[in-house]
T-cell receptor, first 117, second 111 residues
């Protein structure tokens, strides 16, 4: 089945130790997104790639970076995790843009729960 | 800045009951609206996408409506089942490929 895959499902890191979260998709979608979701809160968009074009949200901390080496893969790098970065990180894809009369659905992976010690 | 509100924050109903979840948004200039389901500790599952030109969408026991002029969407669940227990999130689709989420409604269906 075509899907969005996130690895690992659970990640534990130490305060200040860089960590990378991985997302892959078999949907061949053009757009890939990264969200942060803290406990009992709504998901918050960090950034997204439309093909190779990177779009950063204005309030995303510089500590968060992303790479998309090809259509199928997208990575979230947290350069120096702090205790406040502990959260569920969700990857999502869409075939094209979300807006307009032919707006596309967004499909989510299962998430990676990050713990910072 | 768009704000999305969901009411109620939590809901507990007996099995078989029909129920309505509400979603409101402050800026009516949205493109589309999407409803999701999230099970504890899991990712989001798309339930329904309502295009800007549509007023409602149906999938099985689910029906979602959209009234852009009043800034409201509702999700109707018919004949609720224990397996429907989850958090339901609505999200408005904004310019720049952005979803703005509500905080969700936690639904518990008791058998």
């Amino acid at each position: 089945d075509a899907m969005v895959i996130q690895n690992p499902r659970y990640q534990v890191t130490q305060f200040g130790k860089p960590v990378t979260l991985s997302c892959s998709q078999t949907l061949n979608h053009n757009v890939m997104y990264w969200y942060q979701q803290k406990s009992s809160q709504a998901p918050k968009l960090l950034f997204h790639y439309y093909d190779k074009d990177f779009n950063n949200e204005a309030d995303t901390p510089d500590n968060f970076q992303s790479r998309r080496p090809n259509t199928s893969f997208c990575f979230l790098d947290i350069r120096s995790p702090g205790l406040g970065d502990a959260a569920m990180y969700l990857c999502a894809t869409s075939r094209g843009g979300l807006a307009g009369g032919n707006g596309n659905e967004q499909f989510f992976g299962p998430g990676t729960r990050l713990t910072v010690l | 800045k768009q704000e999305v509100t969901q009411i109620p924050a939590a809901l507990s109903v007996p099995e078989g009951e029909n129920l309505v979840l509400n979603c409101s948004f402050t800026d009516s200039a949205i493109y589309n609206l999407q409803w999701f389901r999230q099970d504890p500790g899991k990712g989001l599952t798309s339930l329904l996408l309502i295009q800007s030109s549509q007023r409602e969408q149906t999938s099985g026991r689910l029906n979602a409506s959209l009234d852009k002029s009043s800034g409201r969407s509702t999700l109707y669940i018919a004949a609720s089942q224990p397996g429907d227990s989850a958090t339901y999130l609505c999200a408005s689709v904004e310019y720049g490929n952005k979803l703005v989420f509500g905080a969700g409604t936690i639904l518990r269906v008791k058998s």
